[in-house]
């Protein structure tokens, strides 16, 4: 069974970047002088077909140094935390989203689109949920679901919907609280849900430690199979890609994960990548080399999968990276371009 649309991803992304690279943005505002952006390109205007995107904070738009950056590289954008439950509903009831919002009225201003993330994580349940009953828990899932997907209809390019669901071991699921509480049907429930808040936004699972071949890749592709079966609306799956340089997993079994999900008809996107250095031995150079390689090297996987339709990078500074102690990313934290930077410019231009 394909999946339920075929977005015209290649056409609208390639419109969106033809538009950018013809100086389509607003100059950002900036009362403080910003350092010169070297004129070495931008991810999002090599023509690659793909979204290019990034994880932002709210807070961080007012940074003239940020917007720069972010304005010139990225065409995809999603909230690093602030679109989560945790972050909007933090008393019953209670929803504030307005960081949410002002991620989308950038993305919006600057013709980028946004993916939600994430609707359901075990990862950013609100305190109250915890106890709830499971009576209770199922009202709140719902609720929650409704009322965050209802009010970004028609303004998110994709949900997250479910994050993170399948153990590490690949043994089965996780056993989180929506598990427990509400079975493993939880999941397929929190598509059909998603699907009829939302009915244009694209679907997608998303997890971690599955983007090669391997026991949990195994698990996700018969979890996202099995919702296929039941005639759940899923059309994708994230994968993260948070790894280190040093014993990364394989460009072939990366590839082959990508082709077997994309033979279901499904998406794939690159959704959270991020390149940890401190642990590859050798000079500074030689950790800067192998970042490089990394990044070149599976962001060219995805321009090669023709249903990869997106790759985004968890953060595009080290001023700011939720791994505390190392450098993962493709600027430093002084704004310059690293040398993963330029793998992937040359990734995304072909070479
Ligand atoms: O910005 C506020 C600050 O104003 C406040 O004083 C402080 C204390 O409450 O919180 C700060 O917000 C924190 C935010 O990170 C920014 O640092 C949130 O509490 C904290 O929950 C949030 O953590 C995020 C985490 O997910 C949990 O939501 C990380 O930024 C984010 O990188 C991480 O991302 C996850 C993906 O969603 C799923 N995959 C794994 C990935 C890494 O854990």
Known sequence: MTARRTPAMGFVACAMIAWSACGGGPAPSSPTPVPPVSDAGSLKATGSGKLVGTAIQAGFLSDARYRAVLDREFNYITAEYQMKWDAIETSPGVRDFSAGDAIVAYADSQGARVKGHTLIWHGSVP???????AADLRIAFESHIRAVAGHYRGRLLAWDVVNEAVADDGSGLRDTVFRQKLGDGYIADAFRLAHEADPQALLFY???GGEDMGAKSNRIYDLVKGLQ????????VGLQMHISAN??????SISANMARLASLGLLVNISEMDVRINNVAGSTQARLDAQKSAYHDIVRLCVMEPKCHAVTFWGFTDAHTWIVGDTPLLYDAQYVRKPAYF??????SGR
């Open 343 to 348: 793998g992937v410019l040359d990734a995304l």
């Open 229 to 236: 079966a039941q005639g759940v609306p899923v059309d994708g």
């Open 247 to 252: 014993g990364r997993p394989s460009d072939a």
């Open 127 to 133: 305190s109250w949920v915890g106890g709830l009953s």
């Open 206 to 208: 998303n997890d971690y």
